[in-house]
């Protein structure tokens, strides 16, 4: 069953580009509410175990140093449907191929420097909210 929350990560492309504003109002445009956001940076340990799912893929390495590399703002969104609506908002994960008008496809610089993470399903998306965010904070 679809809940009405989703987890989303500005990325530190799109923090160091001076985007997060930006994008932040694409959300809020788009019917979403923020019920959490924090600035943060995470260490590679963090970034690691944030991306443990992808350990064993060759671009594992890159991906953590990246995440790793800036400052990035998590969020928890709320919104009917909110999974699937989002990850329609920011467009396929290559901004070359995201549709016209969405996040990636705007303010994304490759694949890896795609500007936004998404969660992919209602139980990634409790789980990563919970990776960032305090039960008090998730109230």
Known sequence: MA????????KPDATGAGNTGKIIDRMIEAGFTIKAMKWTQLSLKEAQAFYAVHAERPFFGELTAYMSGG??????LEKDNAVED???????TNP???APGTIRADFAESIAANAVHGSDSDENAAIEGAFYFSERELA
């Open 86 to 92: 989002f990850r329609t908002l920011i467009g396929s």
């Open 96 to 98: 070359q191929e995201a």
């Open 3 to 10: 809940t009405n929350r989703t987890f989303t990560m500005l």
């Open 71 to 76: 400052p990035i703002v998590a969020m928890i």
